[in-house]
């Protein structure tokens, strides 16, 4: 048996990165190569002491990583 566990607003922060990576992308007329999508280029993962770590996903573009940082860093309540 397994849970899952929802934490509403992490959920509406991490889709306001991913919106908002989104809409840098289209504005800039970046094309990402592939099947790639611009929500793919954000991940999150949770360390042992339960905090969520959002950065630039692995299929994130090298010359991209910086600007998905700065959108990330925008939306974090912590900073």
Not at 2 to 26: A, C, G
Not at 36 to 56: D, F, R
Not at 63 to 70: F, G, I, Q, T, Y
């Amino acid at each position: 048996m397994s849970f899952s566990f929802r934490n509403d607003e992490f959920d509406q922060l991490f889709k306001k990165v991913q919106n908002e990576v989104k809409s840098f992308i289209e504005e800039k007329g970046i094309e990402l190569k592939g099947e790639l999508l611009p929500e793919n280029l954000v991940m999150w993962q949770m360390n042992n002491a339960g905090t969520y770590l959002v950065h630039p996903s692995d299929s994130c573009p090298e010359d991209l990583k910086d600007s998905v940082m700065e959108i990330i860093i925008k939306h974090n309540p912590t900073i």
